[in-house]
């Protein structure tokens, strides 16, 4: 799978909602019930940590959940891109780009939402044929002034920021041209996770869920 197929693929996830929620989950038998939430509420897209021991278990319960699409985060070698697919993971996230990334995730058929920080980094990224990237630690490296910044020169990338996005800053990322989603763990913190709260992570899905429309662009748009 090309990396252009592969950007065309996250585009496709990344315009299914308005937020992707980062996952780091503390037990796996949690996650059916924690995805079941998530995508009653709205967010069919599930970016599932692998920083933790229950985060393959997790993805190949969260893969049997109807309506969901559950991808592999924090992938970080060719090893972790192999696990993700055996898991059931349907794309993978990563917080950089390295070339044994690129190898494995056109070798495994799994589309890759590469990571970026910088301008000369999204044009690597480019080159490699990849034009929906993440942009992260987000808030840290300029948030919605360099995504702002970067539509000048690069307006053919698009964006799925995370790294510090909550409720209250979503909208303004998503309000701008070159942003498709943001991911964030806002919607599932680990205290509601670990109580079985689903009722409260639901509810938090439901408000994420219509954020676009308080923005001046709507989905589709
Ligand atoms: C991450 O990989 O940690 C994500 O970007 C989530 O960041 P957040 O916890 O600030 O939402």
Known sequence: MTPESQSRRTRELCALAPVIPVLVVPDAAGAVDLATALIGGGLP?????????????????????????????????????????????????????????????????????????????????????????????????????LLRALNGPLPMLSFCPTGGITADNAGSYLSLPNVLAVGGSWVAPDADQRAGNWTAIGDRARVAARLREGTSRKSGA
């Open 45 to 145: 897209v599930l970016e599932v940590t692998l920083r933790s021991d229950a985060a393959l278990p997790a993805i190949r319960a969260m893969a049997g959940v109807p309506g969901g699409h559950v991808g592999a985060g924090t992938v970080l070698s060719a090893t972790d891109v192999y696990r993700a697919k055996e898991a059931g993971a349907t794309f993978c996230v990563a917080p950089g780009l390295t070339d044994a990334l690129v190898a494995a995730c056109e070798d495994a058929a799994l589309p890759l939402l590469p990571g970026v920080a910088t301008p000369t980094e999204a044009m690597i990224a480019r080159d490699h044929g990849y034009d929906m990237l993440k942009l992260f630690p987000a808030e840290v490296v300029g948030g919605v002034a």
